[in-house]
């Protein structure tokens, strides 16, 4: 059962401009949301995080927006490099789930074109 | 500050064997969680240890059993293999208080034939 669902397995974009990643989830009982990157041949790396009290949450080109009530998430990065281009995984735990227990998408393989 | 390590990266076996996989955890971190990650699919979570203890457990079966040490490392034991179980392997760890990250690992490729 997926309850961390991210639809779109890959995006192209080209380098200046904005990627939007999406990720949608089902269960009601996830209250905080991560992203990780990921290269080849590397572990997940942490990206940027929200708590379910906020909608919004930015750290320099990298923005999460949470829309509890559609049960959606996306990652804004604005501009897109070059660099950007890896695997974004979209991740959430539950708060009556053990410290360390996330739920992850199946990534989105992104593609930042010059 | 040393992140966290795994042993060995790739690793081959055939079914019905056991396999060990070994891991380092980041420096000042007490927990370490480990995933599974299939062909085209995200980290799929197996089990946590914190202080030495199992401390959550995913959709795994028995076979699939952890230790912690007291310096915090840890090792993920499999028993049995099964061709399905062919996947990437990661450790992560953290810290009981912060924001909830996890570290991870390069993780170890395993392959069952």
């Known amino acids: 059962d997926q309850q961390v669902k991210q639809n779109s397995p890959s995006l192209s974009v080209q380098e200046g401009r904005i990627s939007i990643l999406n990720c949608d989830y089902t269960?009601?009982?996830?209250?905080?949301f991560l992203w990780y990157k990921k290269y080849p041949a590397e572990g997940p790396t942490f990206l940027i995080s929200i708590s379910s009290i906020k909608d919004k949450n930015e750290d320099g080109r990298f923005t999460v927006f949470l829309n509890k009530s559609a049960k959606h998430l996306s990652l804004h990065i604005v501009p897109s490099q070059p660099g950007d281009s890896a695997v974004y995984f979209c991740a959430a735990s539950a708060i009556t789930d053990s410290w360390g227990k996330l739920q992850f998408g199946a990534g989105t393989q992104v593609v930042v074109t010059p | 500050e040393t992140g966290v390590t795994q042993s060995p990266t790739h690793l081959i076996k055939t079914r019905g064997q056991q396999v060990t996989l070994r891991c380092s955890s980041q420096s000042g971190h007490n927990t370490v969680s480990w995933y599974q990650q299939a062909l085209g699919q995200g980290p799929q979570f197996i089990f946590q240890y914190y202080r030495e203890e199992e401390n959550g457990r995913g959709n795994f079966p028995p076979r699939f059993s952890g230790l912690q040490f007291p310096n915090y490392s840890s090792e993920l034991n499999v028993n049995a293999l099964e061709l399905d179980d062919s996947a990437l392997y990661l450790c992560?760890?953290?810290?009981?208080?912060?924001?909830?990250?996890?570290?991870f690992g390069e993780g170890s490729r395993l392959t069952v034939l």
């Open positions: 992560a760890s953290s810290s009981q208080v912060g924001t909830g990250e996890l570290f």
């Open positions: 269960n009601s009982m996830f209250d905080y």
